[in-house]
Nanobody, 123 residues
Framework: QVQLVESGGGLVQAGGSLRLSCVVS????????MGWFRQAPGKEREFVAS???????LDAYSVKGRFTISRDNHKNTLYLQMDSLKPEDTAIYYC?????????????????WGKGTLVTVSS
């Protein structure tokens, strides 16, 4: 059974940083594309960043230059380093895993999802 568990969310002031983690169990993290999505109150879930098996990354325009996705295959863990946070980054952040080695920006391209971790950025 594949499980994804996010952690690292919390309350931070604008301009601050947080690092989210997503521990994967039940499959090898290194073989598949993985991604981060977020959903703000009253809004649809949106793509944040994705990383392929070969390490290539894909970022949403809204977070480019501020957020960095990475993975530690030995720890079977996905990360999202978030810097220069803005109030509009407030959302529940979800990690997801594909059944393919490439990155992708569509939520329908992902098979497994975590339950999310809440990030709140105060102004």
């Amino acid at each position: 059974q594949v499980q994804l568990v996010e952690s690292g969310g919390g309350l931070v002031q604008a301009g601050g940083s947080l690092r989210l983690s997503c521990v994967v169990s039940g499959r090898s993290n290194s073989e598949y594309g993985m991604g981060w999505f977020r959903q703000a109150p009253g809004k649809e879930r949106e793509f944040v960043a994705s990383i392929a098996k070969n390490g290539e990354t894909l970022d949403a325009y809204s977070v480019k230059g501020r957020f960095t996705i990475s993975r530690d295959n030995h720890k079977n863990t996905l990360y999202l380093q978030m810097d220069s946070l803005k109030p509009e980054d407030t959302a529940i952040y979800y990690c997801a895993s594909r059944d393919a080695p490439w990155s992708a920006s569509g939520s329908g391209d992902y098979k497994y999802w975590g339950k999310g971790t809440l990030v709140t950025v105060s102004s």
